[in-house]
């Protein structure tokens, strides 16, 4: 069975960081994509990073330079650092891995809420 559990999240206030987990199971970690997307209320779900399994990294604008997303096979767990953060980076940070040939298969975690106070 597939499981991606993620952890980390809560509040913290404008100009702070914070480092989110994605852990996984049931796959073979190493063979996925891993990204980081993100929901704010009311808005529609959005990427935030993604890291191949060839460790190609890839950012939306808006975090460049203040995110960092990463992989550790031997863990089977990806991060997500995030520094600098602004009110508006409040949402559900969800974990999505897409097998690197087979893009049918992908699942997603059940999120962890980040809220930024100013």
């Known amino acids: 069975q597939v499981q991606l559990v993620e952890s980390g999240g809560g509040l913290v206030q404008a100009g702070g960081s914070l480092r989110i987990s994605c852990a996984v199971s049931?796959?073979?970690?190493?063979?996925?994509?891993i990204g980081w997307y993100r929901q704010a209320p009311g808005k529609e779900r959005e990427l935030v990073a993604t890291?191949?399994?060839?460790?190609?990294?890839n950012y939306a604008d808006s975090v460049k330079g203040r995110f960092t997303i990463s992989r550790d096979n031997a863990k089977t767990t990806a991060y997500l650092q995030m520094n600098s953060l602004k009110p508006d980076d409040t949402a559900v940070y969800y974990c999505k891995v897409v097998h690197q040939r087979y893009y049918d298969m992908i699942y997603w975690g059940k999120g962890t809420l980040v809220t930024v106070s100013s």
């Open positions: 049931g796959v073979t970690f190493s063979t996925y994509t």
């Open positions: 890291v191949s399994s060839g460790d190609s990294t």
